[in-house]
């Protein structure tokens, strides 16, 4: 896993400016959510193109972290009137009730949270259809080898700026982009529901799960050899990712 340097960064800056010039778009539309991901994407937007161009969405299911986008806006010289806040509380309550979603049980939770990302995304995409914008994801290649997200959910974008990154390569790329500290240090969470946070739900941490999937999936390594290797979770990081290798596959058709 190749650390990040200042060149990366140009790197995909170019790369943002090519996509949107192909599209014929100026404009991009993000869902904030207060995270390490999306606000380093959201750094790497205002350094590609015009700020006044850029439109973050706060879309909270309870807790706000809206107060925390403003100084960001201020100190990216986005404009103010371009962010907005949507809570989503609502909507997917009213899901909740029609379904009969249990509260409190794993399955619940599990389907709570996939409505709660299909639900940002149709807020997303209209807002992108009302203003002529393009989509901008905020996926991390680990959340993506492991399947850790919900298709047609928070999967679904125009353009993915950090999806080739590591999540410990994005927290490079937050330091170079000098995102502040409070979020780069804050645990990693869906949000999904009180006290949950990406690691404890996995079993693993986003380093043992970056230095086995590099060494697994980049480098060809067996598990065996990573288990050798003193890496005690390679065989648990492996069956996540295979467990959830569906995803990478659907929607399946008679022509494949």
Same mark, same amino acid.
């Given at each position: 896993m190749?650390?990040?340097h200042?060149?990366?960064?140009?790197?995909? %800056?170019? %790369?943002?400016?090519?996509?949107?010039? @192909?599209?014929?778009?100026?404009?991009?539309? *993000?869902?904030?959510?207060?995270?390490? !991901?999306?606000?380093?994407s959201?750094f790497?937007l205002?350094g590609?193109l015009d700020?006044?161009?850029?439109?973050?969405i =706060? $879309?909270p299911?309870?807790? &706000? =972290?809206?107060?925390?986008?403003t100084p *960001? *806006? &201020?100190?990216?010289r986005?404009p103010?009137?371009n962010a907005? +806040?949507?809570p989503?509380t609502g909507?997917v309550?009213r899901y909740q &009730?029609? $379904?009969a979603?249990?509260?409190g049980?794993e399955?619940g939770r599990?389907?709570?949270g996939n409505?709660?990302a299909?639900v940002?995304?149709?807020?997303l995409y !209209?807002?992108a259809k009302a203003? !002529?914008a393009?989509?901008?994801g905020?996926?991390?290649r680990? +959340? =993506?080898? $492991?399947?850790?997200?919900?298709r047609f959910?928070?999967a679904a974008?125009?353009f993915e700026?950090?999806?080739? $990154?590591?999540k410990? #390569?994005?927290?490079?790329? /937050?330091?170079?982009?000098?995102?502040?500290?409070e979020?780069?240090? #804050?645990?990693?969470?869906?949000?999904?529901?009180d006290?949950?946070?990406?690691e404890g739900e996995f079993?693993?941490t986003?380093?043992e799960?970056?230095e086995?999937? &590099?060494?697994?999936? !980049?480098e060809?390594?067996?598990?065996?050899?990573? #288990?050798?290797s003193?890496y005690?979770?390679a065989?648990?990081?492996?069956? %996540?990712?295979? /467990? @959830? %290798?569906f995803? =990478? +596959?659907?929607?399946?058709?008679?022509?494949?």
């Amino acid at each position: 896993m190749k650390p990040i340097h200042p060149g990366d960064a140009d790197r995909i %800056r170019d %790369r943002v400016k090519e996509i949107m010039g @192909n599209a014929g778009k100026k404009k991009v539309v *993000l869902g904030w959510s207060g995270g390490i !991901d999306s606000t380093a994407s959201l750094f790497i937007l205002a350094g590609s193109l015009d700020p006044a161009d850029i439109y973050p969405i =706060h $879309l909270p299911y309870g807790i &706000s =972290h809206f107060a925390r986008l403003t100084p *960001l *806006l &201020s100190r990216l010289r986005i404009p103010a009137e371009n962010a907005a +806040e949507i809570p989503i509380t609502g909507i997917v309550g009213r899901y909740q &009730s029609t $379904l009969a979603i249990p509260d409190g049980t794993e399955n619940g939770r599990i389907r709570l949270g996939n409505i709660m990302a299909r639900v940002r995304m149709t807020v997303l995409y !209209d807002a992108a259809k009302a203003k !002529d914008a393009l989509v901008c994801g905020t996926e991390n290649r680990t +959340e =993506h080898l $492991l399947g850790y997200f919900t298709r047609f959910g928070d999967a679904a974008s125009d353009f993915e700026p950090i999806q080739h $990154l590591y999540k410990t #390569q994005v927290v490079e790329l /937050a330091s170079l982009l000098h995102v502040p500290r409070e979020f780069i240090d #804050q645990a990693p969470t869906a949000g999904l529901w009180d006290g949950q946070t990406d690691e404890g739900e996995f079993g693993f941490t986003y380093r043992e799960a970056d230095e086995v999937l &590099s060494a697994y999936v !980049d480098e060809g390594i067996p598990v065996r050899q990573l #288990q050798k290797s003193g890496y005690r979770k390679a065989e648990q990081i492996i069956a %996540r990712m295979n /467990a @959830n %290798r569906f995803k =990478h +596959e659907t929607p399946y058709s008679l022509s494949r």
